[in-house]
């Protein structure tokens, strides 16, 4: 299983970006996908995660301005961010925690860099 991650960049103050994980490979089952951030000098931390029934669970401060959903068809998870904020700055990576040749797993994807400028 293989995860790509895209759609980052720079952006202003208040513009929206939409990041996409597009998964390859197959796995038994998916349980959660996620997004998570990692600022510099800061511990990466949950931006917001979804299930395979589609509940969807937000870190502090993001449900009000991002979005988590999922193209099951697709196999593409999606993050809508919007009235951005300069911290808000900071490498953004999808993960996927699922049941793989029968053994439960979490994959990362590389990160994509979201820059907010103000």
């Known amino acids: 299983v293989q995860l790509q991650a895209s759609g980052g960049g720079l952006v202003q103050a208040g513009d929206s970006l939409r990041l996409s994980c597009a998964v390859s490979?197959?796995?038994?089952?998916?349980?959660?996908m996620g997004w998570y951030r990692q600022a510099p000098g800061k511990q990466r931390e949950l931006v917001a995660a979804?299930?395979?029934?589609?509940?969807?669970n937000y870190g502090n401060s993001m449900k009000s301005r991002f979005t988590i959903s999922r193209d099951n068809a697709k196999s593409t998870l999606y993050l809508q961010m919007t009235s951005l904020k300069p911290e808000d700055t900071a490498v953004y990576s999808c993960?996927?925690?699922?049941?793989?040749?029968?053994?439960?797993?979490?994959?990362w994807g590389q990160g994509t860099q979201v820059t907010v400028s103000s």
């Open positions: 979804i299930t395979s029934d589609g509940m969807a």
């Open positions: 993960n996927l925690h699922g049941l793989v040749r029968g053994v439960f797993q979490t994959f």
């Open positions: 490979g197959s796995a038994d089952s998916i349980n959660v």
